[in-house]
């Protein structure tokens, strides 16, 4: 059996530095929700000829102690959303559970709306259980996961102050 990818996000706040998160991706689990993130992560998937992805992708949101979002490589601010599949893919099942901090989840906005936004839990999230899907875990990195989610936050929508962005992603 072939072994589950593992893909990276170099992470900067405030335009400096913070750190690089390691990730695999559960394909044994979830092929088809682990490919959509591993193709957004090296730019793969084209649009007009061009790399889609999470490169210069924003976290949007974060909330202590729970998750920190991002993957809206559209918009940058929550409301865009596009798989490699088309705009949107179906749930692909809920065998994995939100168990655990450095859990790679999918962020959708109800059943079957899965497309490029992720979250990454901050500590057990059990309550998301059979409506997010679960397709992978932070393996290096959790320090990062950390400073993000310290990052302060303002209104309602907890959007950082300063931006957290993915400065670099690949596969390794």
Not at 77 to 82: A, I, L, R, S, V
């Amino acid at each position: 059996m072939k072994d589950n990818p593992i893909v990276f996000f170099d992470i900067s706040i405030a335009n400096q530095f913070a750190g690089r998160i390691k990730m695999e991706l559960f394909a044994d689990v979830t092929p088809k929700t682990a490919e959509n993130f591993r193709q957004l992560c090296t730019g793969e998937y084209k649009s007009n000829g061009k790399p889609q992805g999470y490169k210069g992708c924003h976290f949007h949101r974060i909330i202590k102690d729970f998750m920190v979002q991002g993957g809206d490589y559209l918009m940058n601010d929550g409301t865009g959303n596009m798989s490699i599949y088309g705009p949107t893919f179906a749930d692909e099942n809920f065998e994995l559970k939100h168990s655990s901090a450095g859990l790679l989840s999918m962020a959708n906005n109800g059943v079957n709306a899965n497309g490029s936004q992720f979250f990454i839990t901050c500590a057990k999230a059990d309550f998301l259980d059979g409506k997010h899907v679960v397709f992978g875990r932070v393996i290096d990195g959790l320090l990062t996961l950390r400073k993000i989610e310290n990052v302060p936050t303002i209104g309602a929508n907890n959007k950082p102050k300063v931006s957290v962005i993915i400065s670099e992603c690949g596969e390794m």
